[in-house]
């Protein structure tokens, strides 16, 4: 087990040098002028000379390649042109407003996923089933910014049961920061009313996240289960005068879940690029919205720091789900 | 009733498939007695799973029983409330599999399977079945402490058979389905399992089912034979007569292929394939292979008959209208 740990790190050290070379090479080759972009197009040439002397754009690619990867090595993103500040500050200050809205649509993508994925299975060609396999291919189909933009419209504008952009009310009192997960810091101080504006604002922004997770959380549940329900073992636990619904839960459900944890842990990869454009919509303070708005005055230290950041977001997931394999399923203990 | 352990009736069942169809039983029957041993042989594909998994009650999509009962001490499995049927299956009636190791839930230790079967069978909590459940282990002759703590993929083919046997006999049941015990496992293997099987339920005076390929080990272990030709029990008797004087031609091929009782040997088929269960022939089954075949075997289905005192075949040979004697 150890080993095998020590195995997938190593691994996830090279998946990550690759994506700091990647995008290192993309942000770098792409003919835009960050100096141009930041000091406007008619600054006095001195001026912009000094400026790429001082951001090191002068070097060669190879030496500017060398100095990034010394860096990364001593935990260093850079310097934002932007917000003057290290990369990692500023991801430090964006990304727990990210990681609340992926770990609040991910639960709720699970719970509901799962368990429209079971329904789906037991009564297969009922009603359930057709419904669940309606929804998920909206959800599957359906583009984020679309379907974001229709719940806003619909439950924002025309019902106003919910709040329409940002993390919280205007007049409401942010509670101290603590992790930056705003949720949880009301909970930890025991603000109550930051709590219950901060859940109303979550949910619009986590539905959207969460629905094409759902979707397939949901089909692969459904496909996993009559899968296991074919089985051997499943024939005996019935032959043993078991109920139906402990054959399912007790027998089924456990066996079921283990392709669904891998698709967990790629979805909530997936969640963190939905991200970009799901804070976009909802004007949520986390790191997407930040990277785009990088993208954007071509602030090239934060699309790289960012970027690379949620590729090690990733490959955590990732082992996380593989060590999670290892707990449900005994045959993958080493 | 013809037994007063179980009794099926004109048992029919069919699978809906895309390829059409499947008339997996057309009229099984089938009767034993308490404490009663019966073998059920046949080629692979001619129903004896079925018919095992009809008795249990285990008939599920894509599969329907579309005629006929069976009748379990007398009371109707059809009529029986799904509760009843929980019941019998988890006190009276038990099963062991194939493939032991598959038949066992991977991610759930063999302590706490076994536990399970006790649990149900005694209406105790599963966490008060312990004690019972290394007696079990024990009585199978597995290190009881070591393998409850065990997972299926853990065990060897013999191994899992024999777990699946603690946890089958566990409710001491009036009847133990055998569904090819052996076939999965090594022939020495093989040996030891159906000598454990022998010693237990010769002790827990349990009724057997052994369904099985090997004509040697039907003949050792069982009482009665009952021989199966594509979804219809087509001759039953005691295994000596089954062995010294078969009636029904289908038999009398199987038998061909083995010289002497007691001598281990693989079932081999007669010429001719096996039918198309879709499609299956009109009439006796059997008529396109059958060296004796007259007109009217293909017109309709020959009952199963008692031709001599305990000696039940399906054959018009052997029926008042049958027109000459084979031999
Ligand atoms: N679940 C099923 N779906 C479709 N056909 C089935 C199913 N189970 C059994 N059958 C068919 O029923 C017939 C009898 O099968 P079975 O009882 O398993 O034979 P065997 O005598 O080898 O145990 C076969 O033709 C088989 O194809
Ligand atoms: S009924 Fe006819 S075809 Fe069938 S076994 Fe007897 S003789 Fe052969
Ligand atoms: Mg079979």
């Given at each position: 087990m150890g080993r095998y740990v020590l195995r997938r790190l190593l691994l996830m050290v090279l998946v990550l040098f690759g994506v700091s070379v990647i995008v290192f090479f993309i942000v770098h080759v792409i003919p835009a002028d960050p100096v141009g972009a930041l000091?406007?197009?008619?600054?006095p040439p001195q001026l912009v000379d000094q400026m790429k002397h001082q951001l090191g754009l002068d070097k060669p690619i190879w030496a500017q390649f060398g100095d990034y990867m010394l860096g990364i090595l001593h935990g260093n993103l850079g310097i934002s042109?932007?917000?003057?500040?290290p990369v990692t500050q500023d991801i430090a200050e964006y990304f727990p407003a990210t990681l609340e809205l992926a770990i609040f649509s991910i639960i709720i993508s699970v719970a509901l996923g799962v368990v429209l994925g079971i329904l789906s299975a037991v009564y297969r060609n009922s009603w359930v089933d057709h419904f669940s396999r309606i929804f998920s291919i909206l959800g599957v189909s359906m583009p984020v910014f679309w379907t974001g933009l229709i719940l806003l419209l619909i439950?924002?504008?025309?019902?106003?049961?919910l709040p329409g952009t940002?993390?919280?009310?205007?007049?409401t009192i942010p509670p101290h920061?603590?992790?930056?997960?705003l949720l949880l810091d009301s909970i930890l101080t025991g603000n109550w009313e930051a709590f219950r504006d901060g859940l109303a604002h979550i949910i619009l922004p986590a539905a959207v996240l969460g629905y094409s997770a759902t979707a397939s959380i949901a089909r692969i549940t459904r496909a996993s289960m009559l899968d296991v329900l074919r089985q051997d073992f499943i024939r005996t636990a019935k032959a043993k005068g078991l109920s139906g619904r402990v054959v399912i839960y007790r027998h089924a459900l456990k066996n079921a879940l283990i392709p669904v944890v891998t698709l967990i842990g790629l979805t909530f990869g997936s969640l963190l690029e939905g991200a970009v454009l799901t804070e976009t919509i909802f004007g949520w303070p986390g790191l997407g919205r930040y990277i785009v708005n990088a993208l954007l005055v071509l602030d090239y230290p934060a699309i790289m720091g960012g970027t690379l950041f949620i590729a090690l977001m990733y490959s955590l997931a990732n082992l996380i789900v593989d060590l999670t394999y290892a707990v449900l399923d005994p045959r993958m203990r080493i | 009733m013809r037994g007063d352990l179980l009794d099926v009736r004109e048992l029919k069942v069919v699978f809906y498939t895309y390829r059409g169809i499947?008339?997996?039983?057309?009229g099984v029957e089938l009767w034993m007695n308490h404490e009663e041993r019966l073998g059920l042989i046949g080629e692979?594909?001619?129903g004896k799973s079925v018919t095992s998994l009809s008795i249990m009650g285990l008939i599920e999509q894509p599969g329907e029983i579309i005629s006929g009962d069976v009748y379990f001490e007398g009371k109707s499995m059809q009529k029986m409330s799904m509760e009843e049927l929980h019941d019998m299956r988890g006190k009276k009636i038990s099963m062991i599999f194939q493939e032991p190791v598959s038949a066992?839930?991977?991610?759930?230790r063999i302590g706490f399977q076994v536990a399970e079967s006790i649990s149900r069978a005694k209406d105790i909590k599963i966490k008060e079945a312990y004690p019972e459940v290394l007696k079990m282990l024990e009585l199978v002759g597995l290190d009881s402490k070591r393998t409850a703590s065990l997972?299926?993929?853990?065990?060897?083919g013999g191994m899992a058979q024999r777990a699946m046997i603690a946890m089958a006999l566990s409710s001491n049941p009036k009847l133990l389905i055998a569904d090819?015990?052996?076939?999965?496992?090594d022939v020495t293997i093989q040996a030891q399992i159906m000598e454990l099987l022998d010693e237990l339920v010769r002790e827990m005076g349990n009724a057997v089912i052994l369904i099985t390929h090997d004509m040697g080990v039907a003949a050792e272990f069982c009482d009665k034979i009952a021989v199966m030709y594509a979804g219809n029990v087509v001759e039953r008797a005691s295994t000596v007569d089954i062995f010294e004087e078969p009636l029904h031609p289908y038999t009398k091929g199987l038998l061909?292929?083995?010289?002497?009782?007691?001598?281990s040997k693989e079932l081999v088929g007669i010429t001719g394939t096996v039918p198309d269960l879709v499609n299956p022939p009109t009439g006796c089954r059997f008529h396109p292979r059958c060296?004796?075949?007259?007109?009217k075997c293909s017109q309709k289905m020959p009952p199963l008959i008692?031709?001599?005192?305990g000696h039940h075949v399906a054959c018009y040979?052997?029926?008042?209208?049958?027109?000459h004697n084979a031999n």
């Amino acid at each position: 087990m150890g080993r095998y740990v020590l195995r997938r790190l190593l691994l996830m050290v090279l998946v990550l040098f690759g994506v700091s070379v990647i995008v290192f090479f993309i942000v770098h080759v792409i003919p835009a002028d960050p100096v141009g972009a930041l000091l406007g197009g008619n600054a006095p040439p001195q001026l912009v000379d000094q400026m790429k002397h001082q951001l090191g754009l002068d070097k060669p690619i190879w030496a500017q390649f060398g100095d990034y990867m010394l860096g990364i090595l001593h935990g260093n993103l850079g310097i934002s042109l932007k917000s003057n500040r290290p990369v990692t500050q500023d991801i430090a200050e964006y990304f727990p407003a990210t990681l609340e809205l992926a770990i609040f649509s991910i639960i709720i993508s699970v719970a509901l996923g799962v368990v429209l994925g079971i329904l789906s299975a037991v009564y297969r060609n009922s009603w359930v089933d057709h419904f669940s396999r309606i929804f998920s291919i909206l959800g599957v189909s359906m583009p984020v910014f679309w379907t974001g933009l229709i719940l806003l419209l619909i439950f924002y504008y025309i019902l106003g049961w919910l709040p329409g952009t940002g993390q919280l009310s205007l007049f409401t009192i942010p509670p101290h920061r603590i992790t930056g997960m705003l949720l949880l810091d009301s909970i930890l101080t025991g603000n109550w009313e930051a709590f219950r504006d901060g859940l109303a604002h979550i949910i619009l922004p986590a539905a959207v996240l969460g629905y094409s997770a759902t979707a397939s959380i949901a089909r692969i549940t459904r496909a996993s289960m009559l899968d296991v329900l074919r089985q051997d073992f499943i024939r005996t636990a019935k032959a043993k005068g078991l109920s139906g619904r402990v054959v399912i839960y007790r027998h089924a459900l456990k066996n079921a879940l283990i392709p669904v944890v891998t698709l967990i842990g790629l979805t909530f990869g997936s969640l963190l690029e939905g991200a970009v454009l799901t804070e976009t919509i909802f004007g949520w303070p986390g790191l997407g919205r930040y990277i785009v708005n990088a993208l954007l005055v071509l602030d090239y230290p934060a699309i790289m720091g960012g970027t690379l950041f949620i590729a090690l977001m990733y490959s955590l997931a990732n082992l996380i789900v593989d060590l999670t394999y290892a707990v449900l399923d005994p045959r993958m203990r080493i | 009733m013809r037994g007063d352990l179980l009794d099926v009736r004109e048992l029919k069942v069919v699978f809906y498939t895309y390829r059409g169809i499947i008339k997996a039983l057309n009229g099984v029957e089938l009767w034993m007695n308490h404490e009663e041993r019966l073998g059920l042989i046949g080629e692979t594909g001619c129903g004896k799973s079925v018919t095992s998994l009809s008795i249990m009650g285990l008939i599920e999509q894509p599969g329907e029983i579309i005629s006929g009962d069976v009748y379990f001490e007398g009371k109707s499995m059809q009529k029986m409330s799904m509760e009843e049927l929980h019941d019998m299956r988890g006190k009276k009636i038990s099963m062991i599999f194939q493939e032991p190791v598959s038949a066992l839930n991977p991610v759930m230790r063999i302590g706490f399977q076994v536990a399970e079967s006790i649990s149900r069978a005694k209406d105790i909590k599963i966490k008060e079945a312990y004690p019972e459940v290394l007696k079990m282990l024990e009585l199978v002759g597995l290190d009881s402490k070591r393998t409850a703590s065990l997972y299926p993929h853990e065990l060897s083919g013999g191994m899992a058979q024999r777990a699946m046997i603690a946890m089958a006999l566990s409710s001491n049941p009036k009847l133990l389905i055998a569904d090819e015990p052996t076939s999965a496992l090594d022939v020495t293997i093989q040996a030891q399992i159906m000598e454990l099987l022998d010693e237990l339920v010769r002790e827990m005076g349990n009724a057997v089912i052994l369904i099985t390929h090997d004509m040697g080990v039907a003949a050792e272990f069982c009482d009665k034979i009952a021989v199966m030709y594509a979804g219809n029990v087509v001759e039953r008797a005691s295994t000596v007569d089954i062995f010294e004087e078969p009636l029904h031609p289908y038999t009398k091929g199987l038998l061909k292929a083995v010289p002497k009782i007691g001598q281990s040997k693989e079932l081999v088929g007669i010429t001719g394939t096996v039918p198309d269960l879709v499609n299956p022939p009109t009439g006796c089954r059997f008529h396109p292979r059958c060296p004796y075949a007259m007109n009217k075997c293909s017109q309709k289905m020959p009952p199963l008959i008692e031709a001599k005192p305990g000696h039940h075949v399906a054959c018009y040979l052997y029926t008042q209208e049958g027109e000459h004697n084979a031999n």
